[in-house]
């Protein structure tokens, strides 16, 4: 949506997650970082490349970070 519809980093991110999960109607615990919900997580760069996920608060995906 960045790259298509110039829709901004922010905007774009809760098209991905608040939006969903409220279609869905499991925004009582999906969709925003709070107090009481999953804390599904995904963690990306600049690039929006992915780094770390986190699912239920447990790291299930991290990328290694070894540069050459």
């Known amino acids: 949506m960045m790259a298509l ?3 901004p980093l ?3 991110v809760k098209m991905a ?3 969903p999960a409220k279609i869905l109607n499991i ?3 999906k ?4 107090k009481g919900k999953d804390a599904d ?5 600049d690039e929006i490349n992915i780094d770390t996920t986190m ?3 447990n790291v299930v995906y ?3 970070k070894i540069k050459i």
């Open 5 to 7: 519809a110039d829709v």
């Open 10 to 12: 922010l905007d774009a």
């Open 17 to 19: 997650s608040a939006t």
């Open 27 to 29: 925004q009582d615990r």
């Open 31 to 34: 969709g925003e970082l709070v």
């Open 41 to 45: 997580i995904v963690i990306f760069d």
């Open 55 to 57: 699912v239920k608060g």
């Open 62 to 64: 991290s990328k290694d």
